[in-house]
């Protein structure tokens, strides 16, 4: 198990601000299983109009986080250079609390099953302790040279 710093993340994953959701990986086991967090503050450019009043993490970001923290588990450092984990289908997802400015997303993501370049995983998310989502997200890994304009996926 390893622990990642926001440098060691740029090293696994693609994303860069304002769209990395991931501050930090706290335990790492390769195609097993990962946990990290994403520090929720006022500064994050979504709060400007969601809502301006009464800022609300958007449950779509919270699954961004998830997936781009599942990506961190099937790729090793470096490899995003090569290669890309897609976000291909979302099922079960539920959302029972807010998450707002000063939160911290508590995330832990599970491999359930992989074939190939395709794999399935379990992603749950809490703030304090308290359940806030929950989904089961397929991924699809497509080597960066192969990744045509027209694909169905979504890069997660």
Partial sequence: ??????????????HRYPLLLVDRILEFEPMVRVS???NIT???PIFTGHFPNNPVLPG?????ALA??????ILEP?????????LAGIDKAKFRR???PGDRLDMEVRMLRHKRNIGWV???AEVDGQFACSAELMFSIASNTRMSGDSAVLHV
């Fill in 98 to 100: 807010p998450v707002i």
């Fill in 60 to 64: 779509v970001y919270m699954i961004e």
């Fill in 68 to 73: 781009q923290l599942g990506g961190a588990m």
């Fill in 122 to 124: 379990s992603a749950q």
């Fill in 36 to 38: 990290g967090y994403k």
């Fill in 78 to 86: 470096g490899e995003f250079s090569r290669k890309t984990p897609y």
């Fill in 42 to 44: 006022y500064n994050e």
């Fill in 1 to 14: 198990m390893a622990e990642y710093d926001i440098r060691a993340i740029f090293e696994v994953l693609p």
